[in-house]
């Protein structure tokens, strides 16, 4: 039984099962939603990073023109979403020096 449950982990973290099928199979194992939730958690983790996808992010007050181009900030909005999306390329320090973040040098 524990067998068909790595079985099913494997197959949900691949995306070739849902999520929500995988605890309903699980729970017909006689696994509870806690013991299940952990092994999905482990299996995806081990499969690793998976490259591309969609990141979408609610901000109040964005616009239509508004872009990640940093040289194209002209807003709030856009700054705080390249300030959650990257690394700066320097940040300031409690001196109001430059400490070096990305860029290697200053």
Same mark, same amino acid.
């Not at 929500?20 to 092994?39: E, P, Q, V, W, Y």
């Given at each position: /039984?524990?067998? !068909?449950? !790595?079985? $099913? &982990?494997? !197959? &949900?973290?691949?995306?070739?099962?849902?999520?929500?099928?995988? /605890?309903?199979?699980?729970?017909?194992?006689?696994?509870?939603?806690?013991?299940?939730?952990?092994?999905?958690?482990?299996?995806?983790?081990?499969?690793?990073?998976?490259?591309?996808?969609?990141?979408? /992010?609610?901000?109040?007050?964005?616009?239509?023109? #508004?872009?990640? #181009?940093?040289?194209?900030?002209? *807003?709030?909005?856009?700054? /705080? $979403?390249?300030?959650?999306?990257?690394?700066? $390329?320097?940040? $300031? *320090?409690?001196?109001?020096?430059? #400490?070096?973040?990305? &860029?290697?040098?200053?």
């Amino acid at each position: /039984m524990n067998d !068909h449950l !790595h079985f $099913l &982990a494997r !197959h &949900a973290a691949a995306g070739k099962l849902s999520r929500r099928d995988f /605890m309903a199979k699980a729970a017909a194992l006689g696994f509870t939603a806690a013991a299940a939730s952990t092994l999905l958690t482990s299996e995806a983790r081990a499969a690793g990073p998976q490259k591309g996808g969609t990141i979408r /992010m609610g901000l109040q007050g964005g616009s239509t023109t #508004d872009s990640l #181009d940093p040289a194209l900030s002209t *807003n709030q909005v856009t700054l /705080m $979403l390249i300030r959650l999306w990257g690394e700066p $390329l320097v940040e $300031l *320090n409690d001196d109001g020096g430059l #400490d070096g973040k990305v &860029a290697e040098q200053l």
